[in-house]
């Protein structure tokens, strides 16, 4: 296991419709962790996994998005009808409880034009 | 609210020269800091981790301090290198109570060492 993955590393999608990121954490961490990051900011907190459970929401994260983590390995994050201000960096990250160490995966690019 | 701050926005320094990169949070009730780096339009790769209770932590180049109480940490780079130029963020994780875990970023200084 190389670290953190993510799909897809780019997508181009048209206002009004729905795209979906994926994110395999580092096998052994049962935290995982959803960024935004637009461009010259630091990134944004999203949402939060510990195994299945979705822990902790952002007011960022507004009903058109929705996270999942079914079987506490891979998470999927949705947008439904996408805007331009959704454009930016999603980045997905890992870690083990205790350490908490967190450890990124390189990020979906979102452009809605 | 937790608020970090790193200053400066940027930096340029010829190749050779040791510099420090400084960060600052607003709430000392952090349970770790992390310092990243990030490369243009890549995502995040972890440089060092400090817990609260520690002062500093070392990697190779690389010396990370952190002051608690006065709510700064400083990442020293020893002899710098072309292949240090990126963005470097500093993030902070409140105290964990209850489910408590992101991590809370700064927007970065962005190193170019020239040759």
């Known amino acids: 296991d190389t670290g953190v993955s993510q799909d897809p590393r780019h997508k181009i999608t048209k206002r009004g419709q729905n795209v979906t990121f994926r994110c395999d954490p580092i096998s052994e961490h049962n935290r995982l962790y959803w960024y935004r990051q637009t461009l010259g900011q630091g990134p944004e907190f999203l949402t939060y996994f510990q195994n299945e459970a979705q822990l902790e929401k952002s007011r960022l994260l507004s009903d058109r998005f929705s996270a999942e983590r079914p079987k506490g390995s891979f998470s999927t994050l949705e947008i439904q009808r996408t805007e331009q201000g959704d454009s930016a960096m999603y980045l997905c990250?890992?870690?083990?409880?205790?350490?908490?160490?967190?450890?990124f995966g390189p990020g979906t690019r979102l452009t809605v034009t | 609210k937790q608020e970090v701050t790193q200053i400066p926005a940027a930096l340029s320094v010829p190749e050779g020269e040791n510099l420090v990169l400084n960060c600052s949070f607003t709430d000392s009730a952090i349970y770790n800091l992390q310092w990243f780096r990030q490369d243009p339009g890549k995502g995040l790769t972890s440089l060092l981790l400090i817990q609260s209770s520690q002062r500093e932590q070392t990697s190779g180049r690389l010396n990370a301090s952190l002051d608690k109480s006065s709510g700064r940490s400083t990442l020293y780079i020893a002899a710098s290198q072309p292949g240090d130029s990126a963005t470097y963020l500093c993030?902070?994780?409140?105290?964990?109570?209850?489910?408590?875990?992101?991590?809370?970023f700064g927007t970065g200084t962005r190193l170019q060492v020239t040759l």
């Open positions: 990250a890992s870690s083990f409880a205790g350490l908490d160490e967190q450890y």
């Open positions: 993030a902070v994780k409140v105290e964990a109570t209850g489910t408590a875990s992101k991590l809370t």
